[in-house]
């Protein structure tokens, strides 16, 4: 069985090779290093095989046992594709494909090979889930059925992203049409939304189209939380005469890893420079009256800018369980 390994892992590493020879010999850090990346690969690839399923199985069931029996829509293809089925007679999951086809070949051309193949493959698979399972009606509470069901779709929608897929084609729209024209992406989607949302009230009712909005506020919230998690991370930016003490004070008694690096600073009439070691370093939203108050007692006259941090990897903030 080893040896098996061992022939896959040389294979890849000729393919990673820009001449491909066949002759030449790999060192052991070469086969030790190949081994450690194959690994990786095959971890990353269940990791996103099951996310993408249990992400399929989280909106079928937002679908089937909230949305649809009770008539709601969400936002985007996915809203365009209840209204479709609600106002006809084709099929949601034959109508799911269909109107994300569009999208998952523009994807093609906007975000390459690879994920144009995990997209199709995703929502053709909510497409067989919705067509071969039955999933309960839970509820029939109206503001139950926007709220959780809004809650379901939005974590399958998050899960097919962490996975490297998008279970909606109207952001891969959204994204081409920010490149092409400059425009915002939530700009787009709100313009689509807009757009679901008042067919809504149309072709049923008002009362639909807000319960309708709800759902899709209850989906956006969810896939924010599951992309991005719990914590919200801060940015901090710190200039301090006595920087080396902050230093010191931060990865001492805060436990975090700090980046010092060199600049200018400019100040007076005359534009003055001076050379300044400047500190960053990211923290929870919890520690930050903590920092703040130990910078006060080193310098009270520290420069000190915050900003936020939509996500971080690796170094010594947090260990994300599932890595996209």
Known sequence: ?????????????????????????????????????????????????????????????GLKSFLLPNNF??????????????LSDISLSILIILINFPFIILGYNVLGKQFTVKTAI????????????????ITSDKLLVSVFGGFFLGAGIGFTVRSGAVLDGTEI???????????????????INLLVFSSAAYFFSIETALYSI???????????????????YMGITIISRHFEEVRSMI?????RGVTVYSGKRGYGKTGE??????????????????L????????????????????????????????H
């Not at 400047?278 to 939203?285: E, K, N």
């Open 1 to 61: 069985m080893r040896k098996f390994w061992r022939k896959i892992v040389i294979e890849s590493i000729r393919k990673d090779r820009k001449n491909g020879s066949d002759k030449r010999t790999f060192t052991a850090f070469e086969i030790a290093r190949g081994f450690r990346n194959l690994r990786i690969t095959i971890t990353t690839s269940f990791k996103n095989f099951f996310l993408a399923v249990l992400g399929i199985t989280c909106a079928a069931f």
């Open 73 to 86: 829509l969400d936002g985007g293809a996915m809203g365009i594709a209840i209204l479709t089925t609600e």
């Open 122 to 137: 995703v929502i053709g698979g909510l497409s067989l889930v919705l067509a071969l399972f039955s999933f309960p009606q």
């Open 173 to 191: 729209l959204a994204i081409f049409m920010s490149r092409k024209f400059g425009t915002s992406i939530g700009d787009i989607i709100f313009a």
């Open 214 to 232: 709800i759902t899709y506020l209850s989906a956006s919230k969810t896939v924010d939380f599951i992309i991005e998690g719990i914590e919200e």
């Open 251 to 255: 990865t001492d008694n805060l436990g």
């Open 273 to 290: 420079l001076k050379d300044i070691d400047i500190i960053y370093t990211v923290i929870t939203r919890l520690e930050i009256s903590k």
């Open 292 to 323: 703040y108050s130990e910078i006060q007692k080193i310098d009270p006259n520290a420069f000190i800018v915050k900003s936020s941090v939509r996500d971080t990897k690796g170094g010594m903030v947090k260990k994300r369980p599932f890595n």
